[in-house]
């Protein structure tokens, strides 16, 4: 509940913070420190990080340094909860419930679902020790934990295990010292189980992206090897730590947070300035990519990230984005087959609309089954967002395969040269600016940025205005030379309408997020006195489009 409240309201503010090109490291670290003791979930930070270094927003480097940020912060989100703060339980409960039954929606609505959560937490710590009694005295558990304490590295591997289940090393952590606190557990295997928390958090987001780009696997790889490496170091001075501990007199869940929290602080100090040889080390790991297998198939979707809806938008977006590739792939190959007449390309492209289909169909079922669990306000129209513009980009591909290239291999044009200089000058004064726009609108898509929105909107009114220009000096052309070739004629007008359908359909991701802005409405009247004060056609070209 935590983590959906913080999403919902701060969500876009928490993708922008990691998301951006983070050159300074330390900011980079800071930013995971902070995000994960937001989101309470390093494995959350974890593949959202990794969802951005797949796409390039992040480097290899920056991501590692957020990834070490995201371990230290999960231990500060311990640090507080192990305070007795069970007098607070009913106190945030009821004032979560009461800000989430009344509130009419928005910010305030979140906050409640956060208290709410908090409240929550705390009740189950305390209800943990009630639930504990039967383990604290069955012997057979306590002959299980003093076999663990006689063999650290099992208990190590058993507290992975627990962690890689529960997706948490806070979760694991907090129940450790839980357990600690009621003597049930003894303090030296405590810390093994910590360590081995610490590396069974890791291993989540490292399986989450076994299918990614090797940019996407290196950051949770490196995270892991980091985590291995530091364990290994920390497992044979258990005993040196806790003969340390012991003389401060405070208690075992006092002292369990605080190994935690020293454990992953030395971590960052002693691998922060190994993180260029950790990004060497995963680069030799990690295979290259092959152009086939990183954009010409559709990936399987993790709905294993539907319990933090943040990552799960990310990871459709990103599938979203390789769509967008492929279907840009044969707007690219479509104009090469016309000025060409090359029928195989033609063909070639023709079948990639095949793959945008499947592209378009996961992303479609993703997100389906994403609106079926509960969603916040924001993360449903994101969602819906997501699959609009997935959608736009299908009509794209079914214009691209099921018109333009259909018109080249149905007209079976003779040469090239049969089309007049003007017009393969108007065909490529359009073609280029919607090359271009498809470029901003898949920046639009991804970021939101009013300022880009605009742009690509103003493009689209541009384009407008040179279309309908194309238009007319084809029309005059043909009405001048009546020995134009008619077959030649419609493919030329209908290359022009194919072009404008596209730009429409790119350009619809723009207007929702004019609209938040509030930035739509001037802007359409702007556009329509625009296309008011535009000339329109003479008659007589008027009926030369008909024939």
Not at 196 to 216: C, D, H
Request: charged share 20%; net charge positive; proline share 3%.
């Amino acid at each position: 509940m935590v983590r959906i409240g913080i999403s919902e309201s701060w969500g876009s503010e928490i993708r922008a913070t990691l998301g951006a090109s983070l050159n300074n490291r330390f900011k980079a670290f800071l930013s995971g420190l902070g995000v994960t003791m937001l989101l309470q979930s390093s494995s959350a930070t974890a593949l959202l990080t990794a969802s951005f270094s797949g796409q390039g927003m992040l480097t290899t480097a920056t991501a590692l340094a957020i990834l070490l940020g995201a371990d230290v912060g999960t231990t500060l989100v311990a640090q507080i909860l192990t305070f007795d703060l069970s007098a607070l339980s009913p106190i945030l409960i009821a004032l979560g419930v009461a800000m989430f039954t009344y509130s009419t929606g928005g910010r305030m609505r979140d906050v409640g679902r956060i208290l709410l959560g908090l409240g929550v937490m705390l009740l189950a710590l305390k209800l943990i020790v009630a639930a504990s009694l039967p383990m604290r005295e069955s012997l057979v558990i306590q002959q299980i934990f003093v076999a663990l304490g006689q063999d650290l590295v099992l208990a190590v591997v058993f507290g992975a295990i627990i962690a890689w289940a529960s997706h948490s090393s806070l979760a694991t952590v907090l129940l450790v010292i839980t357990l600690a606190s009621t003597n049930a557990l003894g303090i030296t295997v405590a810390f093994a189980f910590v360590l081995g928390a610490n590396i069974g958090s890791a291993i989540p987001p490292f399986i989450a992206t076994l299918g990614a780009n090797r940019s996407a696997r290196q950051p949770p790889l490196g995270n892991l090897l980091f985590r291995l490496c530091g364990v290994v170091i920390a497992l044979p001075f258990i005993g040196l730590v806790v003969n340390l501990l012991s003389p401060l007199e405070i208690s075992n869940a006092r002292q369990i947070a605080t190994f935690h929290m020293l454990f992953n602080l030395a971590l960052a100090l002693l691998f922060f300035p190994f993180i260029d040889r950790m990004v060497e080390l995963t680069a030799r790991i990690i295979p290259k990519d092959t152009r086939a297998s990183d954009a010409t198939e559709p990936r399987k979707l993790d709905r294993g990230a539907f319990e933090t809806p943040l990552v799960a938008l990310v990871n459709a977006e990103r599938e979203v984005l390789r769509m967008g590739e492929v279907v840009e792939r044969m707007l690219r190959n479509a104009f090469i087959a016309l000025k060409k007449n090359d029928y195989a390309l033609a063909q070639r492209t023709r079948e990639m609309d095949q793959l945008a289909n499947e592209f378009y169909d996961g992303v479609k079922r993703y997100l389906t089954a994403l609106a079926r669990e509960s969603l916040g306000e924001k993360e449903s129209e994101r969602c819906n967002e997501i699959l609009a513009f997935a959608t736009d980009l299908e009509h794209i591909g079914d214009i691209i395969s099921g018109d333009m290239i259909r018109n080249i291999l149905r007209k079976k044009l003779v040469t090239r040269s049969k089309m007049s200089l003007q017009d393969r000058e108007d065909l490529n004064n359009l073609y280029q600016p919607v090359l271009k726009s498809f470029e901003l609108s898949l920046s639009v898509f991804t970021s939101g940025d009013v300022a880009m929105a605009r742009q690509l909107l103003a493009r689209k009114y541009k384009f407008v205005k040179r279309e309908k220009k194309a238009v007319m000096n084809h029309l005059q052309k043909i009405r001048d030379d009546l020995s134009y070739d008619s077959r030649l004629s419609a493919l030329q007008l209908d290359v022009l309408r194919d072009l404008k359908r596209i730009n429409s359909h790119l350009t619809a991701v723009a207007y929702p997020i004019l609209e938040d802005a509030g930035q739509l409405r001037n802007r359409l009247r702007r556009s329509k006195s625009a296309d008011d004060s535009m000339p329109r056609l003479p008659a007589r070209a008027k009926v030369s489009t008909s024939s």
